[in-house]
């Protein structure tokens, strides 16, 4: 037994020495005795993977290689070594399987050991690649299909389906009602009455510009609540993110309110909830130049929020979920708040939008009432705005 231990370790030293010099012929011979003991460890294994990889002995290789994973799934150079050998057969599905599995696993990693970045490095490069051939495939067919363009909600399946993007859904940070669609944006033409809102923007304009003009009533749109838990925010106390607030928590702010009145009539309109101490919300949000409200989500998922925007300088978006869409002066916008979103403004003057929430159309009359009534049944009960 000791003469046949010491028969493997030469052999061994021999195959690392020959796979050092890049002798992989020799290197594989040497590591066939290891392996073919039936006492080789996965280490062995994958380095008579490797010299066969060498020889470009792909079925020698990709059985070495299963045995490395049948004793660690997510060893990553077997992984990406299989991933290499399913791109040399011209299997791309199989080969970027195994790449996606690997780069994953190195990113869990503290350090990347050996050469190993240049194979992960590589690896990268084969999906980027691997991913164009499939897009340049797909566009072949579809053109072919009569398919001029991609529908949006297609392009975003295929995305994720990448792994280009994640899978963005509701997060509401404290109330989520169950069996809602998934659905980032909500077109303006569902709604009847944004049309009338729309129509009033060049008047609504004009009575935010003179708020805007003394800055009276502003204040930091976020701020913190000495009765509730607060998780941080980059603009918390900030002025560049500010609010006018015209009805808060189920109050209305007559001071604010009376510079406002056709504002005020135009919001008689929408279906906003009336929850007492919650509802009806609804504020200017002003955005200063060069600011940018990071990625977050609201608090609740059975409303809707409308953004109308009433003075837009220039560069300002909005992004929810994986659609980024540009802030257009007297377009409505209409988003569920509780799939993650951001805004900016890269502009050189502020932006100011009339915000309130709205009832999400799937929620049935009956539904309200419950709603209603369990939010008013919670004393002290705030839920606060959003963008």
Known sequence: MELQRQALESAAQRGIGALQRGDFHAARDAFSTVTASGNASAQAWLFYAQACEGCDDR???????????????????????????????????????????????????????????????????????????????????????????????????????????????????????????????????????????????????????????????????????????????????????????????????????????????MLEQPPIPQIAGRSPMALISILKPGTHIPPHTGMLNMRLICHVPLVVPGDCRLRVGAETRDVVEGRAMIFDDSIEHEAWNDADSVRAVLLFEIWRPEISDEEKIALTAMFEAVTGYDVPSDD
């Open 59 to 265: 079925q020698n290789a990709m059985g070495a290689l299963d045995h490395v994973l049948g004793e660690d799934s997510t060893n990553p150079f077997a992984l990406l070594m299989k991933g290499d050998i399913y791109a040399r057969n011209g299997d791309d599905r199989a080969s970027v399987s195994f790449y996606r599995m690997a780069i994953r696993r190195c990113a869990e990693l503290p350090q990347l050991p050996g050469d190993l970045p240049l194979r992960l490095e590589r690896a990268q490069a084969a999906v980027t690649e691997a991913e164009r051939r499939f897009e340049a495939k797909l566009h072949d067919v579809l053109a072919e299909r009569g398919i001029d363009a991609v529908p949006a909600r297609f392009a975003e399946a295929l995305a994720i389906a990448s792994g280009k993007q994640p899978v963005y859904l509701q997060q509401p940070t404290s109330f989520y009602y169950p069996g809602l669609p998934q659905q980032a944006w909500y077109e303006r033409e569902m709604f009847p009455w944004v049309q009338e809102l729309e129509a009033a923007v060049p008047q609504m304009r004009s009575e935010i510009e003179r708020v805007l003009a003394n800055e009276q009533g502003l204040e930091p749109y976020v701020q913190a609540e000495a009765d509730r838990a607060f998780h941080g925010h980059s603009l918390l106390n900030d002025v560049r993110w500010s609010a006018f607030h015209l009805w808060r928590n189920g109050e209305r702010i007559d001071e604010n309110a009376s510079r406002c009145p056709l504002i005020m009539r």
